[in-house]
Structures are given as C-alpha cells and as structure tokens.
C-alpha cells in the first residue's frame, strides 16, 4: 500500500508558491505572454491587497519594455454602491492608482461597474452587453474573502448570477474597513459581476495568501460546489488555477 499521502481534490487546479512574490511574477508572466499572443487580449481584474504585487510586476515590465497594454481591454470584478470614480476608496481610484496610471492602456479600454447610477438594473445589463461584445474575457484575475466570495458575490449567490445589485456580507463590511476611516463608511451595497459572468471567463486565476484564506481555500477546492462557498463554482471551469502561498493551503485535505 502506498502511505504517502495524497490529496482528495483535484491537485491539477493548485499551485502553492513559497511566497507572494513568486506567486505574483508568475501570474503577471502568464498575463504578459498572453498579451504579448494576443495584444487585444480582454482581462478581467480585481481590486484588494492580494492582486497589488501582480500590478507591481506589470508595471516593472512594462517599464522595462517587456510588454505593450495600448491594445488591451479590461473589465473590474465590482465598485461599492455610492462611490463615484474619483472618490478615493472606490475600485475606479484603486485600478488609476495600482496599474492604471501607470501603463499605457487608453482610458476607454477599462471598464468597472458604474458605482453611481440611476438605475443599476440597466447599468448591469450593460456591462454584461459590453463584456460581451469585447468578445468576451479571455482572462480573469480573482481574489477571495476569507467567506469565500469571489467579486463580491457573497454567500448564496446562485451559479447563473450576472452582474447585479447586492448587499455585502458582514464579514466583508468589517474586512474591508481597514480602508475606510471607520466601518460606518463602509457601503453596504455593491455592484458585481456575477457568478456565471465570472465562468464565461476563458480562463480564471484566484489568488489567496495567508492563513486567513485557508479555510475558503479548502471549501472551494475541496469541498461540494455550492452558494455558500461561492468560489467553488470554480470546480465547474475547465481552465481555472487556484494560486496560494503554504499559509493559504494550509487546511486542504489530505488522504492517506
Ligand atoms: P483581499 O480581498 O485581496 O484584500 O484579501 C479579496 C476579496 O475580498 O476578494
């Protein structure tokens, strides 16, 4: 009998780096031979502490001329409900600041959802018309919060959810205060793509460092897919790579 143990989730979708800074250089590589295939590559990003080291990475290439952006187009995950653009915690103001400005992509190339609107019904459908007639996402970055969401589908959120109206968990509101002046200024609301909007992607790529990701880690790789562990729903893409550092893998299973 072979003792040595073997884990009870499909292995394939993992990679565990020893530190972030690896994990970043590897994704920003995957990111920069995709584009430098198919300069029009459409990308979906996200906001957060885990994607800044990647952003860092594509700046310093781009800089030193590995990398041309002028032809991309990008989509962002989500932006809080209330926040204009300019407001200085909206994921507009964090995407001008950690990549944006600083590489050539045109403005009009970028797409995150409208934070104010009139009617977020209407706003929705047409960030999801827009995806579409990009051609689609060819590749699609992700975090995940220590519940388990992905964007800011929170737990429940249903598989065939498009871009939408939600309300933010708890935990989210109280994780995400570390940016704002008290948890009070926090939104409630959001604006995400949705579950199945995410799937579409052609390929996806959740990062998770530290040990507060490991339980989400090890319910999304390992566990039933299901709404209350919406990254799950990543189990049913046939291209999508979890990439964690040891602390975040540090609760998946393993079978003797
Ligand atoms: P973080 O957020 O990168 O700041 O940890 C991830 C998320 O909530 O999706």
């Known amino acids: 009998m072979n003792s040595t143990p073997r884990p009870s989730f499909d292995a394939k979708r993992m990679l565990v780096f020893d530190d972030i800074q690896q994990a970043s250089h590897h994704v920003a590589d995957e990111i920069i031979q995709l584009v430098g295939a198919k300069p029009s590559a459409v990308l979906g990003l996200a906001t957060g502490s885990t994607p800044i080291a990647v952003y860092e990475e594509l700046i310093r290439r781009y800089r030193a001329g590995d990398v041309d952006f002028s032809k991309i187009t990008t989509f962002n995950l989500d932006e809080y409900v209330g926040l204009s653009p300019e407001h200085p915690q909206s994921f507009a103001a964090f995407m001008r600041t950690h990549l944006f400005d600083a590489i050539d992509v ?45 964007g800011f589908n929170e737990p ?23 940016f704002f002046d008290s948890p009070d200024d926090v939104p409630r609301q959001a604006i995400t793509m949705g579950i199945a909007t995410i799937l579409k992607a052609k390929r996806l790529v959740l990062m998770a460092f530290g040990a507060a990701k490991a339980q989400a880690i090890a319910d999304a790789v390992a566990g039933p897919v299901t709404p209350d562990c919406p990254a799950s729903f990543l189990q049913r893409h046939p291209n ?17």
Request: glycine share 10%; proline share 5%.
């Open 106 to 150: 045109p403005d009009h190339h970028t797409h995150i959802p409208a934070g104010v609107a009139n009617d977020f019904l209407s706003t929705a459908e047409l960030f999801e018309k827009k995806i579409q007639t990009s051609g689609g996402i060819d590749w699609q970055l992700l975090g995940i919060g220590d519940n388990g969401h992905i």
């Open 156 to 178: 429940g959120s249903p598989g065939e959810s498009g871009t939408r109206l939600v309300e933010l968990a708890d935990e989210t509101i109280e994780a995400n205060s570390r």
């Open 240 to 256: 999508a790579t979890f990439i964690v550092d040891r602390a975040a893998a540090a609760a998946l299973p393993t079978e003797a």
